[in-house]
């Protein structure tokens, strides 16, 4: 997977620069990380990427490192 698209992407929908995405930013006090960010994060994972990453996944998560390795792991799972 690209992650330089990945976070292009995350970019845009977190309404942040790409400069602020670093594995240790808070997601849970953005105004951005909401159900609708929620649904077109999973809706552009699996459109751009192949990727379906479980809903239930977004709402356990607490930096954006911890949804990288989510996506890695997801990756890694056996097809």
Known sequence: ???????????????????????SLLLEPLATWDSLTKVTLLGMLNDQFGLTLHPEIL????????LFDAVADTLAEPA
């Open 59 to 66: 709402d356990q998560l607490k930096t954006l490192g911890e």
């Open 1 to 23: 997977m690209d992650t330089l698209a990945l976070k292009n992407e995350l970019a845009g929908l977190l309404e942040l620069p790409e400069s602020k995405l670093d594995d």
